[in-house]
């Protein structure tokens, strides 16, 4: 199926990263004016010139630079018929060294951002009676893993976060969605994270690859096109009869 977006307006968060930033790149190949928006300044305004986008830097955890992220896109095009909620971070910590700002920066970062995001798209989208939000939750918002719990944490609140606005925004045909990758290779989350277990479990970052993708039924870890050719359809006319989900994008590792 060819995917098409012609004439869309895509806002896309954390388009600094691996897969925001191939989010991006995927909808504006596709037809889409895109504007980006991530914490990292100048990697915002490299990768809008790159991808020829608009966007403006913000932190996802200030209500008021999200509003004005908003208020700039549509500003620029007029309107906005999808948003890609990607910003997030990730740690390996044992429970007991969590901090208490730790924890909350894990949830500002991966559950207020989306929360502060919809909350200002949201309207926008009720007057056109139509948009899609796409979230980003994780394998590990379904099944933990360990050394994580505050990130597995706040990505189970984005499942429910989606699950309850699926239901509260259907009436105006908003679909709210959200992905639950497993281990993405050549990502700054996996960066991060590898680099945890390798210092945490003292073993050699190849025994920690393998370890994990052992455990995979498809034998190998996503890749970052892996993931954006979910995000992409869920972003189009193809997922209009879905709201609600979460969906594991494992290589077969996350089942339910
Ligand atoms: N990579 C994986 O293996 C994996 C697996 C499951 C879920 N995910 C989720 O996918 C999403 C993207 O992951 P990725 O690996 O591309 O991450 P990444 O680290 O490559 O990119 C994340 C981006 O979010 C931005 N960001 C961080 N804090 C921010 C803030 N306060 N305000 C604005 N932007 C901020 C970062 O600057 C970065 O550019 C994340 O939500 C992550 O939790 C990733």
Request: net charge neutral.
């Amino acid at each position: 199926m060819q995917i098409e977006f012609k004439s869309k307006v895509a806002l896309v968060t954390g388009a600094a990263g691996a897969i925001g930033k191939s989010i991006a790149k995927e909808l504006k190949e596709s037809g889409a004016s895109v504007f980006i928006t991530d914490l990292k300044h100048d990697a915002v305004q490299v990768v809008a010139s790159e991808l020829g986008c608009k966007g403006q830097s913000a932190d996802v955890t200030s209500e008021k630079q999200v509003k004005a992220v908003v208020t700039k896109t549509l500003q620029e095009y007029g309107t906005i018929d999808i948003l890609v909620n990607v910003a997030g971070i990730i740690d390996t910590t044992p429970v007991e060294d969590i901090t208490e700002a730790a924890w909350d920066q894990m949830f500002a970062v991966n559950c207020k951002g989306t929360f502060f995001f919809t909350k200002y798209v949201v309207p926008v989208f009720k007057e056109k009676k139509k948009g899609k939000i796409i979230n980003f939750s994780s394998k590990s918002g379904k099944t933990g893993s360990a050394l994580m719990s505050h990130y597995c944490a706040a990505k189970g609140a984005i499942i429910s976060f989606t699950q309850a606005l699926a239901f509260e925004l259907a009436s105006f045909q908003i679909n709210v969605n959200c992905l639950c990758p497993g281990i993405t290779d050549n990502t700054g989350v996996w960066d991060t994270c590898s680099e945890g277990y390798i210092r945490d479990m003292n073993l050699p970052r190849e025994d920690v690859v393998n370890k994990f993708t052992a455990k995979i039924p498809l034998g190998r870890l996503a890749s970052v096109k892996d993931v954006t050719s979910v995000a992409v359809f869920l972003a189009s006319e193809g997922s209009d009869y879905m709201t609600g989900q979460a969906i594991n994008v494992t290589g077969g590792r996350e089942m339910h």
